[in-house]
Structure formats: structure tokens, C-alpha cells
């Protein structure tokens, strides 16, 4: 009895020729490399979009614009949610750089409300024209390799909309009365196509 009982618990560690094997899989080309990249890329921007409102509700919350951000940012936490539902579901590896997005989007965030809430607006306008674009690049894309991905296409069309609304929110709520507005847009903007770049390879 105490024989089978160690014979049933008994198990062989894997090789060095059986990890080297694991390893040379998980380094091949997934036949769904496009969709890969896209899922990541769009994960790693909705993370950064989410701590750049937390950042801006942290200083803002309890001002008149207070709502405004609190409504996008429900938006941007639903944006998250898909992704990470992809991102797990379809075992795509996210991107390296989530702990950078992760300082960088609440510092701008923040950063930008402490200059007042012109500031974090110019912030909103400048971030979510660079994602609109982004988005509407990923649909032609996914179009034109043939991929009728309905989920995918669903999700990414519903951010996109959800982001230009956030611009217009931005627009409506004086953001190029900031002094500067134009250099720290275009900083702001920049800095977006950065890490849209780096996320879809890192």
C-alpha cells in the first residue's frame, strides 16, 4: 500500500531538452501575430489611460470638473476590463513596460491637474486625438488582412468612439485657454506615439 502510495505521488523533473523545447515554442511566430500585437498594444494604452485619470481624479475629484473625470475615467476602466479579458483569454503576453505606464500615466495625470484644470483638459484633448487615430489605424488594418475578428473589431470601435467623446469633453471645457496650450500638447502627444511604439514591440 505505502509502495503505490509513493509510486502515484512520484514525478520526473522536466529536462534541459524539454525546457529548451518549451522555450523554442513559446519564441515561435503565433499564426495570429497582428491580433497579438494589437491586444497588447491596446492594453498597455488603456492601463496608461486609466492611472492618467487617477491621477487626475486625485487632484481634481472634488472640483467642478470632478464628474467629467470620474465619467471618463468609468470609461477607460471598462476599456481596460476588455482588454484584460483578451489579453487572458486569448493568452497574449502584455507588454514589458506596464510598470513604467503605470508611474508615467498617474504623474501625467496628476501633473497636469496641479496646473489647473485647463491643463489637465489640454491633457485629455491631446492624449485621446493620438488614441482616436490609433484606433481608427488597428480597423483598417484588421480590414484589410482579412481578420473578421467581431470581437475584437466591436471592442476597438466602441474605445474609439468613447475616446473622441473624451476630446470633445476636453474641448468643451476650455483646455486651450492653458498658457503654452500648443507646446504641451504637442509634448503630450509625442510622448503617446512613444509609448503606443514601444508597447506594441516591448
Known amino acids: ?27 515561435t511566430a503565433r499564426p495570429n501575430s497582428v491580433v497579438d500585437r494589437i491586444i497588447r498594444v491596446d492594453h498597455a494604452g488603456e492601463f496608461g489611460a486609466d492611472k492618467i485619470y487617477a491621477g487626475q481624479a486625485a487632484v481634481l475629484g472634488k472640483t467642478e470638473v470632478g464628474p467629467l473625470i470620474q465619467h471618463m475615467w468609468d470609461q477607460e476602466k471598462a476599456h481596460l ?21 503605470d508611474i508615467a500615466g498617474f504623474v501625467l495625470g496628476a501633473g497636469t491637474a496641479l496646473l489647473g484644470k485647463e491643463a489637465a483638459m489640454t491633457c485629455t484633448v491631446a492624449v485621446e486625438e493620438v488614441i482616436g487615430k490609433h484606433y481608427n489605424s488597428q480597423l483598417r488594418e484588421l480590414l484589410s488582412e482579412n481578420l473578421e475578428d467581431e470581437e475584437l473589431l466591436e471592442g476597438i470601435s466602441k474605445c474609439r468612439d468613447d475616446e473622441l467623446e473624451h476630446k470633445e469633453i476636453g474641448l468643451k471645457n476650455s483646455s486651450e485657454a492653458v498658457a ?22 516591448i
Not at 489579453?87 to 502584455?94: C, K, W
Open 1 to 27: 500500500m505505502h509502495a503505490r502510495m509513493i509510486r502515484v505521488f512520484t514525478f520526473k523533473l522536466p529536462t534541459m531538452r524539454s525546457v529548451g523545447l518549451l522555450l523554442s515554442r513559446s519564441m
Open 81 to 101: 476590463e476588455l482588454f484584460q479579458k483578451l489579453v487572458a483569454e486569448r493568452r497574449v503576453r502584455p507588454s514589458m513596460l506596464l510598470p513604467l505606464w
Open 180 to 201: 503654452g496650450y500648443s507646446t504641451l500638447s504637442d509634448i503630450i502627444k509625442t510622448g503617446c506615439r512613444a509609448a503606443v511604439w514601444l508597447s506594441e514591440r
